[in-house]
């Protein structure tokens, strides 16, 4: 449901297409353009006398005039770039120039209304800009889950670099530190994708806040839930259903778990699973295992903190969690973790891996489930019984 990477429901406007996965553009490739733009070069006639009758000198001038049949408008904008630098193209050298830069890995296609759609680019252009969003997913998981609050900007453009270094793709990382247009043409096919994880998890928290917390519609409890953050802990029921935390056990609340699993650990091209070396290395401290990180933790409690807001507004049908709303909760549950580091650094780590744990017995639990349900349906199949040819 949340596989992040996925994800195609929210495409950016102005015709910018975000579907980094995608391997294969329908539209030509520019290399076949290049090609036939090489096909096409204007050949000259040279001048050798001055004393030419008035018809030949018509002739002559009409075979030096270049005949270009109809190119692909997705080389329109290489023309453009040099034109509006006011480079003069000089035939012949100045032709070539222009195959060059289309056929460059950093070059840009756009569509006849003037906008850059992911699937028309070149491939390398494409797997640099799907690899971006998934390492700026990995900052949200890692570094700050709001890069709104410093420059989201910034995120997506040291994203692009890494990748294109990694990559070793040297032109697109050459153009993104010389071209700042580029550089944000780029950027913007990254940015849209950053927040959606944490709308996802919203969601899902709103999906599951009625069954987790045994609210059953009541305002009243969720208020109460939200009271000193009680709902990231977890809980006991009392006759009635009223939830009473358990101090010991911070931000260990079921819910909290389930939307760790569902929303980053579940499935083979999950964000958490793409990331699972990066848990590796924060295994290499004093209790030698795998801990969730803290941005990642504060961005859970915080989508189940704006889930109980909505429930407070009366579960209206349409509710949006844009931009920064909640940031200061998860300001809030960042210091705090940060601060129970300092405080109590061996209780602190011990949480940390302690959850880490329980999502992936959670995980595991839901491979045990699927397990049984095979062997289950099997028990019923017959196939002695079955009909053959």
């Known amino acids: 449901m949340f596989d992040s990477d996925e994800d195609l429901?929210?495409?950016?406007?102005?015709?910018?297409?975000?579907?980094?996965?995608?391997?294969?553009?329908?539209?030509?490739?520019?290399?076949?353009?290049?090609?036939?733009?090489?096909?096409?070069?204007?050949?000259?006639v040279?001048?050798?006398?001055?004393?030419?009758?008035?018809?030949?000198?018509?002739?002559?001038?009409?075979?030096?005039?270049?005949?270009?049949?109809?190119?692909?408008?997705?080389?329109?904008?290489?023309?453009?770039?040099?034109?509006?630098?006011?480079?003069?193209?000089?035939?012949?050298?100045?032709?070539i120039e222009v195959v060059q830069k289309v056929t460059s890995a950093a070059s840009l296609i756009r569509t006849e209304k003037g906008n850059v759609k992911l699937l028309d680019q070149n491939l390398e252009t494409r797997r640099v800009v799907r690899d971006a969003i998934i390492d700026a997913k990995g900052h949200i998981i890692f570094v700050n889950a709001y890069p709104e609050l410093v420059n989201k900007n910034q995120v997506s453009l040291q994203s692009l670099l890494t990748v294109a270094e990694n990559r070793g793709i040297k032109a697109i990382k050459k153009r993104l530190q010389t071209d700042a247009q580029y550089a944000a043409i780029l950027g913007s096919l990254v940015e849209p994708r950053i927040p959606l994880l944490r709308r996802d998890l919203k969601v899902a928290a709103c999906a599951n806040i009625d069954s987790y917390f045994r609210l059953s519609n009541n305002i009243v409890k969720a208020k109460?839930?939200?009271?000193?953050?009680?709902?990231?802990?977890?809980?006991?029921?009392?006759?009635?259903?009223?939830?009473?935390?358990?101090?010991?056990?911070?931000?260990?609340?079921?819910?909290?778990?389930?939307?760790?699993?569902?929303?980053?650990?579940?499935?083979?091209?999950?964000?958490?699973?793409?990331?699972?070396?990066?848990?590796?290395?924060?295994?290499?401290?004093?209790?030698?295992?795998?801990?969730?990180?803290?941005?990642?933790?504060?961005?859970?409690?915080?989508?189940?903190?704006?889930?109980?807001?909505?429930?407070?507004?009366?579960?209206?049908?349409?509710?949006?969690?844009?931009?920064?709303?909640?940031?200061?909760?998860?300001?809030?549950?960042?210091?705090?973790?940060k601060g129970l580091k300092k405080d109590a650094p061996g209780k602190f780590h011990c949480m940390m891996a302690d959850i880490f744990e329980a999502v992936q017995a959670l995980k595991q639990k839901g491979n045990d489930h699927l397990a049984s349900e095979h062997r289950n349906a099997l028990s019923l199949l017959d196939l002695d019984g079955m009909a053959d040819d």
């Open 46 to 95: 040279q001048s050798h006398g001055n004393n030419l009758k008035q018809s030949a000198r018509e002739r002559k001038q009409a075979e030096e005039t270049p005949m270009w049949r109809d190119v692909d408008n997705a080389v329109s904008e290489s023309v453009e770039e040099s034109t509006t630098r006011g480079d003069s193209l000089e035939p012949p050298s100045s032709d």
């Open 9 to 44: 429901e929210d495409k950016p406007p102005n015709g910018i297409d975000t579907d980094a996965d995608c391997e294969e553009s329908e539209g030509k490739e520019p290399e076949a353009t290049a090609l036939m733009l090489s096909d096409e070069m204007p050949s000259l």
């Open 224 to 337: 109460k839930l939200m009271e000193q953050h009680a709902y990231v802990y977890a809980l006991r029921f009392n006759s009635n259903d009223n939830a009473l935390p358990i101090g010991k056990k911070p931000y260990q609340g079921e819910l909290l778990i389930f939307l760790l699993h569902d929303g980053v650990f579940d499935g083979a091209k999950s964000i958490g699973i793409r990331f699972s070396a990066r848990f590796v290395e924060i295994a290499r401290n004093k209790a030698k295992r795998p801990e969730v990180p803290i941005p990642l933790l504060a961005l859970v409690a915080t989508a189940i903190y704006a889930a109980l807001f909505w429930k407070t507004l009366g579960s209206p049908g349409k509710f949006n969690f844009t931009g920064n709303q909640f940031s200061e909760t998860y300001v809030f549950h960042v210091n705090f973790l």
